[in-house]
């Protein structure tokens, strides 16, 4: 005769199958320490002719362990030190993505920059720069161009951005009708530190590393 399970072994095999599937979820995972250490060259937003940009960092952790990290803001300047440390859950896999923002009080927050911080370079650690990239790419005249010469003669100018491996960026100003090669300017850039500890594992009382 078949005797339908007890109420006991019904409740156990829900905890054995709650279990498993939150080993699935964990397996590889850990935690992140991460520190947004501030940004250097960052556009000027400020609608205001003798304003500044008020800049604030948001990192946004993807993956199965989705959250959110704002730094706070620092009023009027575009070489923001922010300092800021957060201790993070972290899939083993998955990208960062920072966007640097400028604060606003009566419109939308525009964006400063953004970066993506890979699965790879996470799990390896990282303590660098990222070069930030935006809708405009701000220079010192605000063009977009490294820089303009002075004076009447004819001018055709030729932008050409860099970037080494590790994130570092910059352009260089060439008018090849005149031979003139403007300076080299770094381009916005974000420095973050990222120290990934031990993997989680649920302690499940099963498998020996619990």
């Known amino acids: 005769l078949y005797r339908p399970p007890s109420i006991a072994t019904r409740h156990n095999l829900l905890c054995i199958k709650l ?4 080993l699935v979820v964990l397996l590889g995972s850990m935690k992140v320490k991460l520190e947004i250490v501030g940004a250097t060259n960052l556009p000027n937003a400020d609608w205001w002719p003798t304003g500044h940009s008020d800049p604030y960092c948001i990192c ?17 300047c ?7 440390t957060a201790e993070v859950l972290w899939d083993g896999e998955s990208d960062m ?5 400028d604060k606003d009080n009566f419109k939308r927050d525009d964006l400063l920059g953004h970066a993506i911080l890979h699965g790879a370079q996470i799990t390896r650690g990282f303590n660098g720069k990222l070069a930030l990239l935006g809708p405009q790419d701000q220079r ?12 009447s ?9 860099w970037r080494l491996f590790r994130g570092a960026s910059g352009t260089v100003s060439v008018d090849p009708l005149n031979g003139g090669l403007a300076k080299a300017q770094s ?5 973050v530190r990222v120290i990934p500890e031990s993997p989680q594992c649920l302690p499940c009382g099963v498998c020996v590393i619990c």
């Open 78 to 84: 575009e070489n923001p030190k922010w300092n800021h």
């Open 60 to 76: 946004e952790v993807m993956g199965r362990h989705k959250s959110t990290v704002n730094t706070r803001v620092i009023d009027n």
């Open 153 to 161: 003669q004819p001018y055709v100018g030729i932008d050409v951005h």
């Open 19 to 22: 279990a498993s599937a939150s």
């Open 140 to 151: 010192a005249n605000g063009s977009g161009r490294a820089g303009r010469p002075s004076g």
């Open 97 to 101: 993505v920072f966007k640097v923002m």
């Open 187 to 191: 381009g916005p850039e974000l420095h």
